[in-house]
């Protein structure tokens, strides 16, 4: 067993979970703010937030806030008055969420109860000429054998993952950067021998839009031809990381599929009839926002991903959590930092944090030969891993 490193933290001026704390979380409030006719109230606490989350320390949600004992059970007390730079990394970032949420009045009671600030962004995008392309490419896809399509549809899933908005409000030039490289870790082979025949498949998404729709065509591709019994899909208790998906996105998508016309209508009609009788059935779990590694996970949730036939987490915070947002030496195995895993595990990621294991020794010195450390965080490379 390999000695266990220090969590990231966000504290060394030039890291990137530093400029994550100092920029991009400043700029996701900058753009939540034009994005709606937020009032007085609602402008002030955005100014507060801003100063909070840039110079101050983590203050105790108030008596009343809803969510409060979550909060407690996740750490909050050993958290407050201390720098945002100087906490776990992960916990600091999932705080950020929870206090944007509150400062537009999403807990509400209010008018702005459950209003979505990111909601716009996540619409643009379902509605882009980039998502019109991707659906018109399904009616080619139709025709090839079903063998190709699943692997079209994985490799959709995946790279779908590729820039997510909160990346792209800090990193605007990540997608046109660089010709899709080869995986830097590729157990396809594992997955799709796990996924053959599956009983349940839990699927953790991760960003709406332009990865969630290509995570459903793949669900309804596998439910459709039988390979799977029933898929759960695990979204978002409320938004999150800007682009996350909760459950109002998937319908979004679901509407944006059945409306597309052609090869897509086909696999949102078998999506729609899918949750009809129950072959799909989503989950919204509050821990789905926990600032905590799934080592964490409470017992109801770990039985219920005991129970799946496989488990495939989408995204790089859902890698980070998997195995523990740690600065793992990139060659420790994969199965070993899954091992708390309570059964079969698959992560489907681009690069977009420091955070990686799994890799060969040769894999590791070819990247960095290339290009120093970047690949950990570009979004340029992305990875299959599997514990079965
Ligand atoms: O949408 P994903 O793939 O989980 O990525 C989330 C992004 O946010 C981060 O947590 C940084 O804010 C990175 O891990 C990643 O760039």
Known sequence: MS??????????????????????????????????PYGPDQHRALDTLLENCTKGVIEPLPA???GRDLWTDWGMDEHIGRSWFDIP??????????????????????PWQGVDPFRPFKLAELESPETDEELAALDDLADRPAEEQAEALLHGSLWG?????GFR?????????????????DDSAALRTLLDGADTLCLVADNAGRELVPDLLLIAHLLARGRVRRA??????HPYYVSDATT?????????LTRAGGAAAGYGRELWAAMADGR????AHPFSCAPLPYEAMPDDLRAELAGATLTVLKGDLNYRRLVGDRRWPPTTPFAEVTAHFPGPVAALRTLKSDVITGLTPATEAALVAAEGQRWRTGGTHALIQVRP
């Open 89 to 110: 990394w992960l916990w600091s970032e999932s705080w950020f969420y929870r206090r944007l949420l509150d400062a537009v009045g999403y807990f509400g009671p209010g």
């Open 232 to 237: 759960v899909l695990h979204v978002k208790s």
């Open 161 to 165: 993952n590729r820039a997510d908005l």
């Open 169 to 185: 409000l800090s990193d605007g030039d990540a997608e046109a950067r660089a010709a899709v490289p080869a995986l830097v870790a």
């Open 64 to 66: 009343d806030a809803p």
């Open 248 to 256: 109002a996105d998937v319908v979004d998508a679901l509407r944006r």
């Open 3 to 36: 000695a266990i490193p220090p969590v990231l933290l966000s504290d060394e001026p030039g890291s990137f979970p530093y400029s994550v704390l100092a920029e991009r979380h400043p700029a996701i409030v900058g753009q939540v703010r034009e994005a709606f």
């Open 280 to 283: 799909l059935t989503l989950r």
